[in-house]
């Protein structure tokens, strides 16, 4: 899947794979070491700290390019209360209000978090893999 802008397809298949599931969701594109800030494979989002309320939703649902083989995206349902917890683990904007997360599509590192080294692992959400 080659294409620019892969949130309207994320949605399409996230919505008819999960339909019961409709807050939070997030997409990233995969983005290949010559696209990425760290020359590796790589999948970005950006989260709106306000939404990261758990009285507000119990998980952020972060949809991910897939470049193996297989269904066209990954699905990631990650607890609020997990983001929260490990908050110093990711990178936050307070100008922009929000917080950035980087997972590696690296096979040695699939899923965990980059950009501040924390190495925090998200493997255990992965819903289709």
């Known amino acids: 899947m080659k294409i620019g802008n892969i949130r309207t397809a994320a949605l399409s298949w996230f919505r008819s794979q999960y339909p019961t599931e409709n807050e939070g969701v997030f997409t990233s594109k995969f ?3 010559q696209e990425s800030w760290s020359n590796s494979r790589v999948w970005f989002f950006q989260i709106p700290l306000d939404i990261l309320d758990p ?3 119990r998980f952020i649902h972060l949809i991910c390019e897939n470049h193996l083989k297989g269904e066209p995206f990954l699905y990631l349902k990650v607890p609020v ?3 929260l ?3 110093k683990a990711f990178e936050v904007d307070q ?3 929000v917080m950035r ?3 590696s599509a690296q096979a040695v ?3 965990k ?3 501040k080294g924390s190495k925090m692992d998200f493997t255990k959400y992965v819903q289709n893999f």
């Open 31 to 33: 983005y290949s070491p």
């Open 81 to 83: 209360s997990f983001i």
């Open 55 to 57: 009285k507000k939703i």
């Open 101 to 103: 997360i980087y997972l």
């Open 85 to 87: 917890l490990n908050e």
């Open 95 to 97: 100008k922009q209000k």
């Open 113 to 115: 978090e980059v950009r």
């Open 109 to 111: 590192d699939m899923f």
